[in-house]
């Protein structure tokens, strides 16, 4: 049994071992991980968090690293969650996201951590939510998470962040794969980087029709910004980070910030929730209630719909 309250209090005092401990427990549904939640929900709330996502090779990394070396320097500290759900846990892009991590291994204002799903469904949308807790209660300013916008459940990541950071570069026919994914309608602040190669301007110019940004908006309402930058120098990225600013300042203003915490909180009580029923549904094969409805239905006595009504009504009776 791990001793969670010492745990937490480590983490708080920012050892990275502590912080990769509670992390792992998260990831790998510990028994304790009731425990490592209530530990830590008084101690959450005061991350900034912001999502990073795109496709593949766009420049998450490269940019999450400009933005750690940004936040830095402001002397915050800052969480970085890289969720890779198609990498093997020894794959090379977590590898990639090591290496170009490397600049800030030694600096112990800055946790960086890869997740990946090992395959189980609804795990990424359980854990990632959590591991950003862990890293809020641990004190980290800035939590940023990159994921590959190409899965739903990716995307639901990115677009539950109090800020969300689309990416786009030229030549990688990115505007209709963006399109395609639904990451368009996610973003807060939208990146074209890669801004040192040809058809960056194009790409900004295709975005912003895109996004109708030519057209009238309410007073009040959030523009999202197209910021150009060269990630791999560093450009641009300063533009980024008063991008970020702005939004958060506006969505705290209108009340958009708490909104989208309050969405967070809903969904991840709804996937804990959904996550035990399925596990009392999946333990009734075999079980009489079940056959017995079962048995019903074939006879023609009973539709499955009033079934499914009984079944429910009998795990809520316990
Ligand atoms: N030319 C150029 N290359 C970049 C830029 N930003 C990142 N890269 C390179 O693009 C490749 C993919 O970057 P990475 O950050 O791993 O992309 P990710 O898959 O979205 O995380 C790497 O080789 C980077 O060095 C940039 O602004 N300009
Ligand atoms: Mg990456």
């Not at 190669?197 to 912003?208: I, P």
Request: charged share 25%.
């Amino acid at each position: 049994m791990v001793d969670v309250p010492a745990l937490v209090a480590q983490a708080r005092e920012g050892r990275p071992r502590a912080v990769a401990r509670l992390i792992s427990l998260v990831e790998g549904a510990s028994p304790q991980l009731r425990e490592v939640m209530a530990e830590l929900a008084p101690l959450t709330g005061g991350a900034y968090v912001v999502g990073l996502t795109g496709s593949p090779g766009v420049g998450k990394s490269t940019s999450t690293s400009a933005l750690v070396t940004a936040y830095r320097r402001a002397g915050k500290r800052v969480g970085v969650l890289a969720v890779d759900p198609s990498s093997p846990f020894s794959g090379g892009a977590l590898l990639g996201d090591r290496v170009r991590m490397a600049d800030h291994a030694s600096d112990p204002g800055v946790y960086i951590r890869s997740m990946a799903t090992r395959g189980h469904l609804g795990g990424l949308a359980r854990s990632a939510p959590q591991a950003i807790r862990v890293l809020d209660a641990a004190g980290c300013e800035v939590v940023l998470v990159e994921t590959v916008g190409v899965g739903q459940s990716e995307v639901e990541i990115a677009g539950q962040a109090d800020t969300s950071v689309v990416l786009l570069a030229p030549g990688m026919g990115d505007g209709i794969q963006a399109a395609k994914a639904g990451i368009l309608e996610i973003g807060d602040v939208y990146v074209v980087n890669k801004a040192d190669r040809d058809g960056a301007e194009a790409t900004a110019r295709e975005l912003n029709h895109m996004l109708g940004l030519g057209e009238a908006r309410a007073p009040g309402d959030w523009r999202p910004p197209i910021v150009k930058t060269v990630a791999s120098r560093g450009e641009g990225v300063e533009e980024l980070v008063e991008a970020l600013e702005k939004h958060r300042a506006w969505a705290a203003e209108h009340g958009v910030l708490a909104e989208r915490r309050r969405d967070r909180a809903a969904r991840e009580v709804e996937t804990i929730a959904l996550t035990a029923l399925r596990g009392r549904i999946g333990g009734l094969p075999g079980d009489r209630r079940l056959d017995a409805l079962a048995e019903r239905i074939t006879a023609g006595a009973l539709d499955p719909y009033a079934a499914a009504d009984e079944l429910l009504a009998g795990l809520t009776a316990g």
